[in-house]
T-cell receptor, first 114, second 112 residues
Framework: ETGVTQTPRHLVMGMTNKKSLKCEQHLGHNAMYWYKQSAKKPLELMFVYSLEERVENNSVPSRFSPECPNSSHLFLHLHTLQPEDSALYLC?????????????FGPGTRLTVT | RKEVEQDPGPFNVPEGATVAFNCTYSNSASQSFFWYRQDCRKEPKLLMSVYSSGNEDGRFTAQLNRASQYISLLIRDSKLSDSATYLCVVNMASSNTGKLIFGQGTTLQVKP
């Protein structure tokens, strides 16, 4: 596989469920990101990991919990979500945590909270 | 004021037309500027970076105006395949970290 992959591509979960989103990058990058894209709203940065250390937590509710076990993998653990959390969740990676490096996005997980 | 502001459109243009999008940003300390393209139900992809002196890539020209805090994208000789949403992206930290702020996007529809 090449680039940035995400699983699952679609997820429907109830408000009391616990689920996890997975992201894997095959580019040898050192920085990974989680973004949220809601309908009619801009992409919102949620979390950033650089060299497996969290360097940005953009005031995200604690019902979203990221995990970065190594530089190639990133998870987003979800629990007790709200319907307004329904959105497209995009993972991205870049060579370094530096804006001069292009961010490559995965295809996203479309999440619906019922 | 929004950190990055774009006219959402849609811009409906015929094939072969020239179309221009503008984007304004609020933080005068921003260092890095980009245009990303997002096709319907797909992920964003980098179209081009925007440099202080302006830059061109084929039919696409990007300009930066620091004094007025806006960037622009000009598309010449529009193709049907140019139909997409164009995202204006600015880094918000003066230290040039990877924290990017995305605009809402401008939708372009190129008609035959």
């Amino acid at each position: 596989e090449t680039g940035v992959t995400q699983t699952p591509r679609h997820l429907v979960m109830g408000m009391t469920n616990k689920k996890s989103l997975k992201c894997e990058q095959h580019l040898g990058h050192n920085a990974m990101y989680w973004y949220k894209q809601s309908a009619k709203k801009p992409l919102e940065l949620m979390f950033v990991y650089s060299l497996e250390e969290r360097v940005e937590n953009n005031s995200v509710p604690s019902r979203f919990s990221p995990e970065c076990p190594n530089s190639s993998h990133l998870f987003l653990h979800l629990h007790t979500l709200q319907p307004e959390d329904s959105a497209l969740y995009l993972c991205a990676s870049s060579q370094y945590w530096d804006s001069s490096y292009e961010q490559y996005f995965g295809p996203g997980t479309r999440l619906t909270v019922t | 004021r929004k950190e990055v502001e774009q006219d959402p459109g849609p811009f409906n243009v015929p094939e072969g037309a020239t179309v221009a999008f503008n984007c304004t940003y609020s933080n005068s300390a921003s260092q890095s500027f980009f245009w990303y393209r997002q096709d319907c139900r797909k992920e964003p992809k980098l179209l081009m970076s925007v440099y202080s002196s302006g830059n061109e890539d084929g039919r696409f020209t990007a300009q930066l105006n620091r004094a007025s805090q806006y960037i622009s994208l000009l598309i010449r000789d529009s193709k049907l395949s140019d139909s997409a949403t164009y995202l204006c992206v600015v880094n918000m930290a003066s230290s040039n970290t990877g924290k990017l702020i995305f605009g809402q996007g401008t939708t372009l529809q190129v008609k035959p």
